[in-house]
């Protein structure tokens, strides 16, 4: 995974949100296409997620002013929006392997009985969610005049914060089952799947984070390596 320069936080917020009007407006467009199709089909489910993805939008706007995100994590957590929004909302064709009576992308399995769609998205959402945990640590570091390196306990910690949003994402598909009568959510199993995703995800990540470390080729995918 190649990453670009992201903007410093000594460079000025503005400067840096301006760098990144393609991502803003790739996200506003499927954003925009995902909203119609919801209403369209009255998928009250995927309203709630549209809802929960602006708040989390917001978020990473707050994120991205204080620490200067790369413009390679911005494209990655907006390709996961994207793979999101797709699955819930694309139904699959008839006959294609799926695992509820929902025909919708999420429920498509890539490998019969073995490896979900849903499951792939977990892994890599959660893998580009610890690769920014791990860009806002390094940032926090540094203003304190430090050097981050990817050391043991660093990549525990980013690995650790990795999965404790993807537990968060856990409490907000139970809010939907609780506000929504009828969901895609899945049960008990599906839940356990989902963290197994997640924990290869994070797991990969700081992977490739260490392993950039060490060889110095690619300044160890810390939001300070060019495209």
């Not at 994402?169 to 963290?195: K, S």
């Amino acid at each position: 995974m190649r990453v670009e320069r992201g903007s410093s936080p000594g460079s000025g917020p503005a400067g840096g949100l301006r760098e990144h009007w393609p991502v803003a407006a790739f996200t506003a467009v499927y954003l925009a296409a995902a909203v119609m199709g919801a209403l369209a089909r009255r998928n009250q489910e995927f309203l709630f997620y549209i809802a929960v993805m602006l708040v989390l939008i917001a978020l990473v706007l707050a994120v991205h002013r204080s620490v200067g995100l790369s413009s390679g994590a911005l494209w990655g957590l907006s390709v996961w929006g994207l793979l999101h929004m797709a699955g819930g909302l694309l139904v699959v064709p008839e006959g294609w392997p799926v695992s509820a009576e929902s025909r919708v992308l999420y429920t498509l399995w890539l490998i019969p009985d073995r490896l979900k769609y849903d499951q792939v998205v977990h892994a890599y959402g959660f893998g580009m969610t610890t690769w920014v945990c791990w860009q806002a640590l390094r940032a926090a570091i540094r203003r304190r005049g430090g050097t981050a390196r990817p050391s043991f306990g660093l990549m525990v910690l980013c690995a650790a914060a990795g999965l404790g949003f993807g537990a968060l994402n856990e409490v907000v598909e139970f809010v939907a089952t609780l506000l929504i009568p009828e969901t895609n959510v899945g049960g008990y199993r599906n839940t356990g799947w989902d963290l197994v995703a997640n924990t290869v995800g994070a797991s990969l990540a700081v992977l490739l984070i260490s392993l950039g470390g060490r060889t110095g080729s690619d300044r160890s995918l810390d939001g300070d390596a060019r495209a």
